[in-house]
């Protein structure tokens, strides 16, 4: 009976061992033992204004996302729309949200205090951005910058902007900020944290240094043949610090980055 109860045993093992991770059960990346699961969240719309006009604030019954179930209890998923897309990213609940749009591209703002159109500039503190630039219109020269310091493998375009001698080449410096941490999946995606009170890849987007990190992820995309750039930004408070790696990782599913 000993031997059969130990036979049996190593089978279940290799088993284990065998089956694919997508059918285990998923854990916090921060070594939790909280499972994530698909579950509906809290739905905000927020305005938009740019070349356009205003657009209002979308609709919906709800969000389904990847959340361990005390996360879940915490954030909301806010968008907002324009006349040619929408963005959408997890945030706490109760905070409120702005989103603009051009030539250049994208924004889209969530913050705890109040956000509109005239006071994007004034923020600061706890602060979940993100954004769109398109490399075919003026959104190009954010773009060139930010593929000079972590797309090494999109030099050329880098290279093109440059060239033109619209902006001086000093705008564009090659290689990472020096206190950033870069995380990259493949060649065009990239997970950084930017430290507290420092320039980086975090502070590119208009989101002034203070004394908390920021963390976020960029990648480069194509439409046809027309390159552009997606960032997300999200600084939190200790007390929301923990939400960041889920945030960030549902933004990535709605993204589809690797």
């Known amino acids: 009976m000993f031997l059969k109860k130990r036979f049996l045993c190593r089978i279940l093992v ?12 998923q854990t916090k990346p921060d070594g939790t033992n909280a499972k994530t699961s698909v579950v509906r969240v809290p739905f905000v ?5 740019g070349q356009g006009g205003p657009n209002p604030a979308p609709k919906r019954a709800g969000k389904e996302v990847v959340l361990d179930a005390g996360a879940a209890r915490r954030l909301a998923y806010y968008e907002s729309e324009s006349s040619s897309s929408s963005w959408g990213v997890l ?3 109760g905070w409120h949200c702005f989103g603009t749009y051009g030539s250049a591209g994208t924004s889209f703002t969530v913050s705890p205090y109040s956000v509109k159109y005239d006071n994007l500039d004034t923020l600061n503190g706890p602060f979940i951005k993100v954004t769109q630039l398109s490399g ?6 954010r773009v060139a910058r930010v593929i000079a310091r972590v797309f090494p493998t999109q030099k050329a375009f880098a ?42 890849l975090g502070t590119e987007f208009g989101l002034p240094p203070n004394d908390q990190p920021i963390n976020g992820v960029a990648a480069i995309k194509w439409d046809g043949e027309d390159i552009y750039l997606v960032c997300l930004t999200v600084r939190l408070m200790p007390d929301t610090r923990d939400l960041t790696t889920q945030i960030i990782q549902q933004f990535e599913r709605d993204q589809e980055l690797p």
């Open 14 to 25: 290799a088993f284990a061992i065998w089956l694919p991770t997508s059918l285990l059960a």
């Open 136 to 141: 075919e219109t003026s959104g190009r020269f």
């Open 159 to 200: 290279d093109g902007v440059i060239k033109e001698g619209i902006e001086p080449a000093g705008d564009f410096p090659f290689g990472p900020y020096p206190t950033d941490t870069l995380k990259y999946h493949g060649d065009v995606t990239v997970e950084f944290q930017t430290p507290a009170s420092t320039e980086g």
């Open 45 to 49: 719309g927020c305005p938009s204004n």
């Open 91 to 93: 945030a706490p609940r």
